[in-house]
């Protein structure tokens, strides 16, 4: 008998705007003294500890570490920076591949209403503090319609087919490009990480049409290269993202698979904060799951071969832990 294998969707709720703004401000103050904890327990993970949640990928050749994201959704930049050191330390011994999240537009109707909030449903939004009057509610409300209703924020196809990203055009436009630098490049990543890193420090969503050219010359890229991929291949590029998105019902930046399973486990996580995982021989609190050394750890278990380079710990980046979020 063959078993099938499930795969867990690693979906996110949208939540009305003016709740992210609020939710916004009190994590604000929350993530100052997170920060605190964070500097007094920067402790790898450890054989000390044990824990019935044990993360353990089929073992491939060369283990594969899948990072999906959006280029200007701050978690999965983040997320960039966690793995940076990872492949300075690893290199070509494992594979980590990033992949990038969009969303296709069947009916612009239809996907600007669910995004955009009900005119309807002002009086509960009023109630819920989201707007201060009703009639504030309905000007935004309609604004942000006719915003989403325009065409020019969407990469459209010939077919007639439109293509979005979370944080706007420029946005979905970059995570071409950046599909275009990795596909350009072949072997030789680093360049990859290191136009990644400039234009995340250097550009916004809404300059990167503007701003990415030079960053990407500032790493030695072929500019002329990445605008002929970005012509001609752009479209295909985003297919296959989508393809692939929705093979493991990704929708949320950052999402993490290793050899196609997720990491960290949705078991992992508890609600009092204290969950742990055992990864290999260690084990891994859960402050720390979004962090280079414990990243590298997943990713070497995953590998059949035995990986020298895996038993260096890569110290804590300095400041606060990493938050646990995203877009």
């Given at each position: 008998i063959k078993k099938t294998k499930t795969i867990k969707s690693y979906s996110y709720i949208k939540v009305p705007l003016p709740a992210i703004i609020f939710t916004a401000i009190l994590l604000t103050g929350l993530s100052f003294y997170s920060g605190l904890s964070f500097a007094k327990s920067k402790s790898i993970a450890t054989p000390a500890l044990d824990s019935k949640i044990i993360f353990a990928p089929q073992k491939q050749d060369k283990s594969e570490l899948k990072f999906f994201v959006m280029s200007f959704c701050s978690y999965g930049n983040q997320m960039e920076d966690i793995l940076r050191p990872v492949f300075d330390l690893l290199g070509n011994k494992v594979n980590l591949v990033p992949h990038y999240i969009f969303d296709k537009i069947d009916n612009i109707d239809?996907?600007?209403?669910?995004?955009?909030?009900?005119?309807?449903q002002c009086s509960t939004y009023v109630q819920n503090k989201y707007f201060p009057d009703i009639t504030t509610c309905k000007k935004t409300i309609s604004e942000n319609l006719a915003?989403?209703?325009?065409?020019?924020?969407?990469?459209?196809?010939?077919?007639?087919a439109m293509y979005a990203s979370l944080h706007g055009r420029q946005e979905a436009t970059?995570?071409?490009?950046?599909?275009?630098?990795?596909?350009?490049?072949g072997d030789n990543k680093k360049q990859?990480?290191?136009?990644?890193?400039?234009?995340?420090?250097?550009?916004?969503?809404?300059?990167?049409?503007?701003?990415?050219?030079?960053?990407?010359?500032?790493?030695?890229?072929d500019t002329?290269?990445?605008?002929?991929c970005f012509n001609k291949e752009g479209i295909n590029l985003i297919e296959k993202e989508l393809e692939l998105t929705k093979k493991f019902?990704?929708?949320?930046?950052p999402t993490v698979l290793i050899n196609d399973q997720a990491f960290p486990p949705e078991t992992a996580y508890t609600q009092d904060g204290k969950g742990t995982l055992k990864i290999g021989k260690k084990v891994a609190t859960q402050d720390r799951y979004r962090l280079p050394n414990v990243l590298k750890e997943a990713v070497c278990?995953?590998?059949?071969?035995?990986?020298?380079?895996?038993?260096?710990?890569?110290p804590d980046p300095a400041g606060t832990a990493p938050a646990v979020g995203g877009c």
């Amino acid at each position: 008998i063959k078993k099938t294998k499930t795969i867990k969707s690693y979906s996110y709720i949208k939540v009305p705007l003016p709740a992210i703004i609020f939710t916004a401000i009190l994590l604000t103050g929350l993530s100052f003294y997170s920060g605190l904890s964070f500097a007094k327990s920067k402790s790898i993970a450890t054989p000390a500890l044990d824990s019935k949640i044990i993360f353990a990928p089929q073992k491939q050749d060369k283990s594969e570490l899948k990072f999906f994201v959006m280029s200007f959704c701050s978690y999965g930049n983040q997320m960039e920076d966690i793995l940076r050191p990872v492949f300075d330390l690893l290199g070509n011994k494992v594979n980590l591949v990033p992949h990038y999240i969009f969303d296709k537009i069947d009916n612009i109707d239809t996907y600007c209403s669910s995004r955009s909030g009900d005119i309807n449903q002002c009086s509960t939004y009023v109630q819920n503090k989201y707007f201060p009057d009703i009639t504030t509610c309905k000007k935004t409300i309609s604004e942000n319609l006719a915003k989403c209703k325009d065409e020019k924020a969407y990469i459209k196809a010939p077919s007639g087919a439109m293509y979005a990203s979370l944080h706007g055009r420029q946005e979905a436009t970059q995570n071409i490009r950046e599909m275009c630098v990795w596909n350009i490049i072949g072997d030789n990543k680093k360049q990859w990480w290191d136009f990644v890193g400039a234009v995340n420090k250097g550009c916004t969503a809404t300059n990167a049409d503007s701003c990415w050219e030079n960053q990407a010359k500032q790493v030695g890229l072929d500019t002329a290269a990445i605008t002929d991929c970005f012509n001609k291949e752009g479209i295909n590029l985003i297919e296959k993202e989508l393809e692939l998105t929705k093979k493991f019902n990704v929708s949320g930046s950052p999402t993490v698979l290793i050899n196609d399973q997720a990491f960290p486990p949705e078991t992992a996580y508890t609600q009092d904060g204290k969950g742990t995982l055992k990864i290999g021989k260690k084990v891994a609190t859960q402050d720390r799951y979004r962090l280079p050394n414990v990243l590298k750890e997943a990713v070497c278990v995953g590998s059949k071969s035995n990986i020298k380079e895996c038993n260096t710990t890569i110290p804590d980046p300095a400041g606060t832990a990493p938050a646990v979020g995203g877009c």
